[in-house]
């Protein structure tokens, strides 16, 4: 496997994600912030965060499948949150879980950033999501 996940002893623990990835291969993947849009740029689950997390997450998997990985080869996951507060954190984890076994995302994630932003390159975009991965 291309990559190892680990939560070191002293390092805050427990989170849904590990904390390091350790990556060897010479095949990179990066897939560029993916957004709640379907294949024909078609909003889906306008003001909805989950139901945007979920179909970004679904758009992520289908660039990261074009090139032959998967969840299981992300060695980080970054997240961009429009107006961020702590007490989205519920639904924020509402749209992972839900495609979770769609996708084979692993749990726990693997290491990742939640970022909270004033504003994406759209009103109605919630959440966007970029993933980086190794391949053997």
Do not use: C
Not at 40 to 59: C, I, S
Not at 81 to 94: I, K, L, N, R, S
Not at 117 to 132: C, H, M, R, S
């Amino acid at each position: 496997m291309a990559v190892e996940t680990f939560n070191p002893e002293g390092m805050f623990q427990p989170v849904p994600y590990h904390h390091v990835s350790v990556a060897t291969g010479t095949r990179h993947v990066h897939v560029a912030g993916q957004i709640a849009r379907d294949g024909e740029g078609n909003k889906v689950a306008t003001g909805d965060l989950a139901g945007q997390m979920a179909q970004a997450l679904r758009n992520t998997a289908r660039g990261l499948a074009w090139a032959g990985a998967g969840f299981a080869d992300v060695v980080r996951l970054r997240f961009y949150v429009t107006g961020w507060q702590p007490e989205m954190y519920e639904e924020f984890m509402a749209g992972i879980d839900r495609v979770t076994e769609e996708l084979g995302i692993p749990r726990p994630l693997p290491p990742l950033s939640a970022i909270g932003v004033d504003y994406l390159f759209e009103p109605d975009v919630l959440v966007e999501v970029e993933a980086y991965a190794v391949l053997d």
